[in-house]
């Protein structure tokens, strides 16, 4: 296999990283960014209207679309691809500061091409969203990325009574109907694995989501294997390995991109493909057992080159087939582990300062991150203190520029993070944080309110 080949494959994964990098800067530039800052504030506006295609119920396919008035009396609206059947959450998206009548006139019936849209109550169009997500999550299946800023133009799961009448699932069981993109074997597998054999059913191909879905960015990723060429082929079959197995990497095999030596790791293949020179490349997923043990320092430095430390690409000539020593779910939990271990090692001294500050919380439960660093703050920052506002405001008295004395903290906001009791102007508010820098650069607050800022921007 050329050398090449390697570094080709390894630069498409890093390629898919630096993505997910691309879009962190983007959450960055998101409190300059009027459309994320909207949809971040999504929660605080009128519900405008929900509306999902016709026959939503009876096809397991929903598109959810639910708008918002935003105080200028534009439009930010979020849209949701809904497998009722198994998936959950497929596919979403957002967009905000849209004129209400070319929200109208324009963006709805795009976003629902095949026939008139029909309304939802907002209890209705919450309960498709969240109850497919729920149900999905039972068999190891989670909301597309997107999600991560798509929920703030949803309320709470909370906030709506269900009616209990959607069904999830058909007949009392998952059902998953193939679409164009769907990776059918890993769904197949996880399937079998978390809801049991018999347990789930199934159907294969069809053509594609509801005529109503119009992503221009949808996911179009390959197959876990492709079509090989007949020699590609030929090799293949002599392997007698295939995506889900487990292997072991040779003795003395080198890590292509650090130089590690990762002889005896073990993990499984989540993908099959052909090299330039006909020969077979195997994606690995390590196992748990193998992440547990990663050296600290390959992991930072993947993590500074933007490449994935959790997969890898090898010649199938490295690899030998191996007893599995764990679940595809330990993998899964001990890759979150390191991550949130790990996450914010690329931002230098002031990553370890954020790391340590969310040491051994569950980066994904918002409200213990959200006390993680109140507790932090109302340790290290010394009130009051003067600080100004560097941050646009689509509305209330204070704007960028403005300068305020810092109280204290006064409470903890989903939307908002952390939020300061400030005095400006003759009168008293309350501020988020985020959007303020401490005048003074020499006192410490200035660093501790800098740190907490960069993490908000970065979440």
């Given amino acids: 296999m050329k050398k090449g080949e390697k570094k080709k494959q390894q630069k498409a994964l890093k390629r898919r990283v630096e993505r997910k990098r691309s879009h962190r800067q983007a959450q960055s530039l998101g409190l300059l960014n009027p459309v994320l800052r909207y949809v971040r504030q999504a929660r605080d506006y009128p519900i405008e209207g929900c509306w999902a295609q016709q026959g939503w119920d009876t096809g397991g396919l929903a598109v959810v679309v639910i708008a918002r008035r935003q105080p200028n009396g534009n439009i930010v609206f979020g849209n949701y691809l809904v497998d009722c059947y198994c998936l959950g959450l497929k596919d979403t998206y957002f967009n905000a500061d849209i004129p209400r009548g070319e929200?109208?006139?324009?963006?709805?019936?795009?976003?629902?091409?095949?026939?008139?849209?029909?309304?939802?109550?907002?209890?209705?169009?919450?309960?498709?969203?969240?109850?497919?997500?729920?149900?999905?999550?039972?068999?190891?299946?989670?909301p597309h990325d997107d999600y991560k800023l798509s929920q703030y133009v949803l309320d709470p799961p909370d906030a709506h009574p269900r009616s209990g009448k959607v069904e999830f699932g058909k007949d009392g069981q998952p059902f998953f109907v193939a679409g164009p993109n769907d990776d059918v074997d890993a769904i197949m597998r996880q399937l079998a694995r978390t809801a049991g054999e018999g347990n789930y059913h199934f159907m294969t191909p069809i053509d594609g989501p509801p005529d109503e879905w119009d992503e221009e960015d949808e996911d179009t990723s390959d197959s876990p294997r492709e079509t090989f060429s007949a020699q590609a082929q030929d090799r293949f079959d002599e392997l007698d390995l295939d995506v889900g197995d487990s292997v072991s990497v040779k003795q003395g095999v080198p890590d292509p991109d650090t130089g590690h030596d990762i002889g005896g790791w073990q993990g499984r293949i989540t993908n099959v493909s052909e090299g330039d020179d006909e020969s077979i490349l195997v994606t690995i997923e390590w196992d748990s057992l193998t992440l547990n043990n990663l050296p600290a320092s390959m992991i930072e430095q993947c993590e500074k080159a933007g490449t994935d430390w959790a997969v890898l690409n090898l010649e199938s000539g490295d690899v030998e087939r191996a007893t599995s020593r764990d679940k595809p779910e330990d993998a899964i939990s001990a890759r979150k582990q390191l991550a949130s271990q790990h996450a914010w090692i690329d931002l230098g001294d002031q990553g370890k300062r954020i790391q340590q500050v969310l040491a051994g919380v569950d980066a994904d439960d918002e409200r213990a991150v959200l006390d993680a660093w109140d507790e932090y703050l109302t340790q290290h920052v010394t009130f009051p203190f003067a600080a100004q506002v560097t941050e646009f405001q689509d509305h209330g008295p204070l704007q960028s520029g403005d300068r305020v004395q810092v109280i204290h903290i006064s409470a903890l906001d989903d939307s908002h993070g952390v939020m300061v009791h400030v005095q400006a102007r003759g009168g008293e508010y309350n501020f988020p944080l985020c959007d303020l820098e401490a005048r003074d650069i020499r006192s410490p607050n200035y660093q501790v309110v800098d740190d907490y800022a960069v993490w908000f921007a970065n979440r």
């Fill in 103 to 142: 929200f109208q006139r324009d963006a709805l019936p795009t976003m629902f091409r095949a026939s008139e849209p029909v309304s939802l109550s907002p209890d209705l169009a919450h309960e498709i969203i969240y109850g497919g997500i729920e149900y999905a999550k039972q068999f190891g299946f989670y």
